[in-house]
């Protein structure tokens, strides 16, 4: 199992260096389609948390992606660029809130219930931007100016810069990835896996699985808040679209595809998910059929659910899985 | 003996027209094995489910160290020190025997949010865990997965999280069901010493065993005590002779 683990370890460090050379070798337009792969990575990875790692399905994780969006672009006056400084941690933290609110309440439902009440959250806040002015309707809001770190006259960091928007997400997704790896080897890590696993019997140890339960739900809504405060950045505009259930629905598919509960798997998945979604929707590809993008979609998801039930990232870790039961029984 | 650490006061639960409990009352002292027998449906089981608070009572009370435990939740009634094993073994499969105890062990310390730090880097908690394992003697499967191991060897397991937990109370729900003979002793030889320095409620189907380290007896039958004392008094009580005669097990020790 050690060897396993390790040529897993290195075979992601491979990757993620691979990633970080790719900007030289390629086009404006891959550098911009990966930036917003990596994002959905932070953002599926954040699912993970709470569907791989504490067994709440979640079906209304788009709401965190989007009320992070639209802090930023209603935090931000017209024709200015966001400030990172405060915008960023402002939109985590208000996603961090909601999660702590709506969380008391939909965390006392569990099973179906949950997938229900989590959707339904989602749609109140998709509905209460799509029905008033508070976010521009269902135009939505443009951030026209993106931020720039500057030290003195030399910019630092200028987000407008495809490449600089690229560096800067793969920092961002790189630290979650890492964050998350450390939190899930602590002893909060090893509970939630234990209330995924048996909560009643988590609960006859004296676990108050509850708060276990409301904290991996903040740190997974701040997370995919960090996630849609990216995205809003990199589209220029936010509109009800990213909170609607289908973005809910399209996270949910990565984490899936991916292989839930790896969190390199959610990371797998946001890119096989988005680069599926390139192909199948490219009319150069497949000709007016491109339009029915979502049957295939829909089909590439039947065949891993079918055939892989690990996902994605089952291909990688099950043989060492396997190894690691069989040199137990010895 | 002094007081009693825990005790029950007409303890009674319903499922629909069933009464399952039936007005309990009992103690548990520290330094006392309580054995709990009786037919299979006596109640035995919701019994236990009432004292760890798995189950809420329809009526009655459960008082421990003179605290009414009355809409106390399962893990708040464990984190007093109320520790209990489960009949239908009750376990984490997919963890290895050690993880499975010092996760147990782990509820009990203040290490919890500690979020940066490795869960197995807290020598406080680890040796919970190797204690309990120990004691259970499951020392030499401390890296199997749990689901690979024999049944008899996860029964063991269940009792070892339970004491990983360090309990005062301990409500052991038919532990030696199921395990080999020689385990079995090895079980009631523990429970034998850990009846100095706790109290404990013992559900057993295995006479020899009950006998030979119980200090007080109850007969349960249909949800009510049937008889309650010294266990030679209650095994020679007419009553009790009935019962069991009367049905198809026989009190033959
Ligand atoms: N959750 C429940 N719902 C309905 N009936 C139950 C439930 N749990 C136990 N019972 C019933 O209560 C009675 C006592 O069961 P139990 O406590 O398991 O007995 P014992 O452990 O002595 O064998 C049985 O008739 C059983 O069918
Ligand atoms: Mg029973």
New binding site residues.
């Given amino acids: 199992m050690q060897q396993s683990t390790r040529a897993l370890t290195l075979t992601l460090a491979a990757a993620a260096l691979l990633l970080l050379a790719f900007p030289f070798a390629e086009s404006k337009f891959y550098t911009q389609l990966l930036s917003k792969i990596m994002i959905m990575a932070i953002f599926a990875m954040s699912l993970d948390l709470l569907v791989g790692y504490t067994g709440l399905i979640s079906l209304g994780h788009a709401a965190f992606f989007g009320l992070a969006g639209y802090a930023v672009a209603l935090m931000t006056p017209q024709y200015e660029a966001p400030d990172l400084w405060t915008s960023l941690p402002a939109a985590v933290g208000l996603c961090a809130a909601f999660a702590l609110v709506t969380g008391f309440l939909v965390l006392r439902t569990s099973g179906v219930y949950f997938i229900m009440v989590t959707l339904a959250f989602a749609q109140m806040l998709f509905f209460l931007f799509h029905d008033t002015k508070l976010g521009g309707g269902s135009d939505g809001i443009y951030i026209y100016i993106k931020p720039e770190i500057r030290l003195g006259e030399t910019s630092l960091l200028n987000l407008d810069d495809a490449r600089h928007f690229y560096y800067f997400v793969w920092i961002m997704m790189i630290a979650v990835y890492g964050f998350l790896r450390t939190v899930l080897r602590s002893t909060f890590g090893h509970a939630l896996l234990g209330i995924k696993t048996n909560e009643h019997r988590m609960r006859a140890l004296g676990f108050a699985t509850f708060r276990y339960k409301l904290a991996a739900y903040v740190l997974s809504g701040a997370l995919a808040g960090l996630a849609g405060y990216l995205a809003a950045l990199q589209f220029g505009f936010v509109n009800p679209e990213i909170l609607s259930w289908h973005q809910s629905g399209a996270v949910l598919m990565m984490v899936i595809l991916g292989g839930m509960g790896t969190l390199f798997g959610p990371v797998i998945g946001a890119f096989a998910f988005v680069l599926l979604q390139e192909m199948f929707s490219n009319q150069a590809v497949l000709g007016a059929f491109a339009k029915h993008w979502q049957l295939l979609m829909g089909a590439a998801v039947i065949l891993v659910a079918l055939y892989l039930p690990g996902g994605l990232a089952g291909l990688l870790a099950r043989p060492g899985r396997k190894k690691a039961i069989e040199a137990d029984d010895g | 003996m002094g007081d009693p650490i825990l005790r029950t006061e007409g303890l009674t639960?319903r499922?629909?027209g069933?009464t399952?409990?039936d007005r309990v009352s009992l103690e548990l002292y520290v330094g006392q094995v309580h054995a709990v027998i009786?037919?299979?449906?006596?109640?035995?089981?919701?019994?236990?489910?009432l004292l760890s608070g798995d189950?809420p009572p329809t009526s009655g009370s459960v008082w421990y160290r003179g605290r009414d435990l009355a809409g106390l939740k399962s893990d708040e009634i464990s984190r007093l020190g109320v520790g209990r094993s489960y009949?239908k073994t009750n376990i984490f499969l997919p963890f290895t025997v050690f993880e499975n105890c010092r996760l147990a062990a782990q509820s009990r310390t203040p290490h919890a949010w500690r979020i940066f730090r490795r869960a197995e880097g807290f020598a406080d908690i680890n040796r919970l865990a190797e204690e309990a394992m120990e004691a259970a003697g499951l020392a030499a499967r401390r890296d199997r997965v749990a689901a690979t191991l024999s049944h008899g060897e996860q029964r063991q397991l269940e009792i070892a999280m339970c004491l990983a937990t360090r309990p005062r109370v301990l409500l052991l729900?038919?532990p030696l069901a199921g395990m080999g003979p020689h385990e079995s002793l090895r079980i009631v030889e523990l429970i034998g010493r850990l009846a100095a320095d706790h109290a404990i409620m013992l559900?057993e189907h295995d006479m020899e065993a009950v006998f030979s380290v119980a200090g007080h007896l109850t007969v349960?039958v249909n949800?009510e005590v049937l008889e309650s004392g010294e266990p030679e008094a209650v095994r020679a009580s007419p009553a009790v002779q009935m019962a069991y005669l009367g049905g198809e097990e026989l009190l033959d020790v």
């Fill in positions: 639960k499922f629909g069933l399952a409990v009786g037919p299979n449906g006596a109640g035995k089981s919701t019994l236990t489910n189950l009949q729900d038919e559900i349960m949800g």
